[in-house]
């Protein structure tokens, strides 16, 4: 599904990718764990083809779906099947809840239909015509998930759902992307809690300064979640 | 006074209509467009010489002169103005100011800077009993259309598909992109868009004001307060402001007349130190 293959990138004059490689197979969900600035933004933000402007630049390979994508212009990559969940959510003001869920198009064989999101999320079938920015935060994050469920994207990459949300609302958002993942859609989620982690992931990878530094299966990281946790520095 | 209310909104027609298009383009663009002015005198040149060289009368000049300089913006964005993205925003200011002095000079060279004449269509060249008082046909005319279009705009932007595109890629343009939108094809059609709506007030302009190399110029310091004043890059805002400073500066040309050519710089300052980010602008850091 996605191969990177020796991605560098730079912001300026420092390197904050120093050669990554790594492999996703269909239907998995890997995470990224890794401490604040050890590239696992960056990591995502190439893969999307978004690390380029005002002095960043990106070289190596970026296989999806067994083509090189990495040259290949923003929308272009995203039409082949990728959803983006940035860290900050990404919801429009200007856009109300049903605008911001409809915004993008369809880029995958089996998209969710508005009725399917809001059977799964009530709340956004209830506030759909209120600006995409009243929502609390955990609202927020359900209408960014569920805004690249509804293209219907193959890869989702997910910068930090979790962050800042109570655990009621985690709890929510691994049940449904289990509930994704069995549905056969792939996703590469960057991760700080490793526990939370341990609970939805197959695989992880462990980023530091730019390198991937250690591939665990999750039984590897459930036994050592005390020893990943100091390395993190939680 | 009921009367001058009704010349200060069909004044500010003129600005809610170039404010709309500069608002418009700077949202998408991220750019001042300092040649909007310059636009605005090539609509009304625009209808003079049709009439003059060709006989064409007002009613094409309404539609054709719009569409024109519509795709005129556009090869200027395709052109020029596409180069200067992802620059500092200064090269934008030169090059539009740049292009404003090119074209208001290469008109004057061609006509010089006496007032052309432009008789008002036959058909609106009466006046009409508003009720209280008998107003101009034409003004009302004016009103109107600049209603209508505003209007329009205004259901274009929030109603439809497109309308959806342009706030998102508006609002945060990479992320835009990163949910598999194609935003720079949206750009030249949007700053084309804003010209055309330049290219319609000047035509609107022709036979009520005088025609001339420098009427855009005299006209767009306004404009700009207005936008500022709306929040720049605020659609509703823009158009609200617009009417808002035609009505002001005409109540204040009434009752403070030596105020008059400054009232709208005032009132600018005072929105902004109430307001920073204009009436119905929204603040960055708030985001």
Partial sequence: ?234 | MLQQAFNGLVGGAFYALLALGLSVIFGMLGVVNFAHGSFYMLGAFGAYVLLDSFGVDFWVALAAVPLVLGVAGVAVERLFVRRLTGLDPLYGFLFTFGLALILQDAVKHEYGVQSQPYPRPPALSGSLDLGLFDYPAYQVFVLVVSVLVCAATWLLLTRTRIGVIVRAATERPELTRALGIDVGRWVAPVFGFGIALAGLAGVLAAPMRAVNPLMGADLIITVFAVVVIGGLGSIFGSVAAGFGIGLVSALGNLYVPALSQTLVFIVMAAVLLWRPAGLFGREEAAL
């Fill in chain 1, 1 to 234: 599904m996605l191969r990177i293959e020796d991605l560098s990138a730079w912001y300026g004059e420092a390197r904050v990718l120093r050669g990554v490689s790594l492999e996703i197979a269909e239907g998995e969900i890997v995470t990224l764990v890794g401490r604040n600035g050890a590239g696992k933004t960056t990591l995502l933000r190439c893969v999307m083809g978004l690390h380029g402007a005002g002095g960043a630049r990106a070289a190596g390979t970026i296989g999806f779906l067994g083509a090189n994508v990495a040259r290949l212009p923003v929308h272009r990559r995203v039409r082949r099947g990728l959803g983006y969940v940035p860290d900050d959510r990404g919801v429009y003001a200007t856009l109300t809840v049903e605008e911001n869920l409809t915004l993008p198009p369809v880029v995958g064989p089996r998209p969710w239909s508005l009725d399917q999101v809001y059977e799964t999320f009530p709340r956004l079938r209830e506030r759909r015509r209120s600006p995409g920015t009243k929502l609390s935060g955990g609202e927020q994050q359900m209408l960014a998930l569920a805004r690249v469920l509804r293209m219907g994207a193959r890869l989702l990459l997910c910068d930090e759902p979790t962050e800042g949300l109570s655990p009621l609302i985690v709890q929510q958002i691994g049940a449904i992307l289990r509930d994704v993942k069995r549905q056969g859609v792939t996703v590469l989620l960057v991760e700080q809690n490793v526990h939370f982690a341990a609970t939805v992931a197959d695989r992880h990878y462990l980023l530091a300064e730019g390198r991937i530094v250690r591939s665990l299966d999750n039984d590897e990281v459930r036994a050592r979640e005390h020893e990943l946790l100091e390395h993190l520095g939680i």
